[in-house]
């Protein structure tokens, strides 16, 4: 009398790393991951990652457009001084002060509001540096 094996033959194989269960008492225990499980903490780490590198191009869109302004300014002042009645040839490096005449027109000036024997006889602006470049910067 021949003894029949329990183990159904659908369930043994000769090739042993292709079945989804562990094939012996020795091996690494194998449970089937929930896709949905896996699939969320995926999207998870790839919506932190893509929201800190579009927080960093934020940063740096605001960083350009405080330049871009600051440009603007440097060329708004630049026009006005030019504009402006200059007694002198200024210097590369130096400080000069922008004035607001009486009658509207513009003035640069080497003396600084403080400066002026009497009281100063226009409306202070600015104090401006004249740069390389030929724009001015404002320095106060």
């Not at 000769?14 to 079945?19: E, G, L, S």
């Not at 998870?44 to 869109?61: F, S």
């Not at 027109?105 to 403080?114: F, K, N, T, V």
């Not at 400066?115 to 540096?129: L, M, Q, R, V």
């Amino acid at each position: 009398m021949t003894k029949e094996n329990p183990i159904d033959k659908d369930q043994v194989t000769d090739i042993p790393h292709i079945i989804p269960y562990a094939h012996n008492r020795g091996s690494a225990l194998i449970k089937p991951e929930d896709q949905g499980k896996v699939k969320g903490k995926a999207l998870k780490a790839m919506y932190q990652q893509t929201n800190r590198q579009l927080d960093q191009i934020k940063e740096q869109i605001q960083l350009l457009a405080k330049q871009a302004n600051d440009i603007k300014e440097r060329v708004e002042i630049s026009e006005k001084i030019y504009e402006a009645e200059i007694r002198f040839d200024p210097i590369m490096g130096n400080d000069y002060y922008l004035y607001e005449k009486g009658n509207g027109g513009w003035l640069i000036s080497m003396i600084a509001p403080e400066e002026w024997k009497a009281s100063c006889p226009h409306t202070f602006i600015a104090k401006t540096h004249l740069l390389a470049d030929h724009t001015w910067s404002i320095e106060k």
